[in-house]
């Protein structure tokens, strides 16, 4: 019997630079990133589908043809007459990238619009992704009824699990920010958050001052990522560290944490066992830190032991 894991939120245009001015374009999104690092390392037993919005030009047509081929499921994808997906350029200067996003008036900002559909597609799944991005972008209204449905799948007894990759510049406010962040939080099994995000914008001045936070609001498992220092997870109470792997040298963290959060859940999902399953996604999250770019082929991710 098959399986599915679904991922919610934004994916985007990403533009590149390829020299001489030219721009590369590729596809990624935190929780689309997460999607594919979970299609690479679950087994055929799972279906992985992505839920979003998009419009009905040619670069929806093609986003869609990319995540398709990605082996990642687009049957639940909306799609809204006269929209366009968001757009994000990464700058080079003197070695340093900086991001530009195009993203306001993106069609995935509808994608909790239509409730019937949303609630459709959350039935469906056995486990339920999402993040802090996804609720940033989306009308105060919409948000709410998002976090309506994933306490629905809470209740139901899926593993809902949520990463608040805060993004202050996304929010309109400090305030609703850290509310709906802990909305989030409240409404998941489990909670996998970065620790310099956390004490930067929660103030936390240890890990355990984040797991403690979490847990207070209701998460039953936390697993706080923390770079090249490891991870802390707590399972229902029970505490256990797993150290981040050596790389000899990094080339590129972005997708770090989602890679991390992609394969730790795969290999959960399959041996229920999270301290492997942290030992086995540190192992691609290096893998992932090596090489450029946000989507790491899978045959660069060292599945078969090699
Ligand atoms: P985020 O990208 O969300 O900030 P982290 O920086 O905590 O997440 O990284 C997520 C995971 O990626 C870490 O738990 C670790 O396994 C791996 N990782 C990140 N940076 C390094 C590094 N410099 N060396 C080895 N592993 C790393």
Redesign the pocket.
Known sequence: MSRRFLSIGECMVELSQAGDGLLRKGFAGDTFNTAWYARACLGPDWSVDYFTALGDDAMSDEMVAFIDKAGIGTSLIRRIRGKTPGLYMINLKNGERSFSYWRDSSAARSLAADPDSLREAVESADLVYFSGITLAILPQEDAATLLAEIRRAKAAGKLVVFDPNIRPRLWSSYDIMHATISEGARSSVLVMP?F?DEAAHFGDDSIEATVHRYRALGAVHIVV????A??RLNFAGEESFVP??K?EQ?VD?TS??DS?NGAFLAHYLETADATAAARF??GV??RV?SEHGALVAKEKLGLDGG
């Open positions: 970065s310099d990522k923390n770079g090249a490891g991870v981040a792997e790389v990094v963290t770090a944490g991390f996604a540190a999250a290096a830190v």
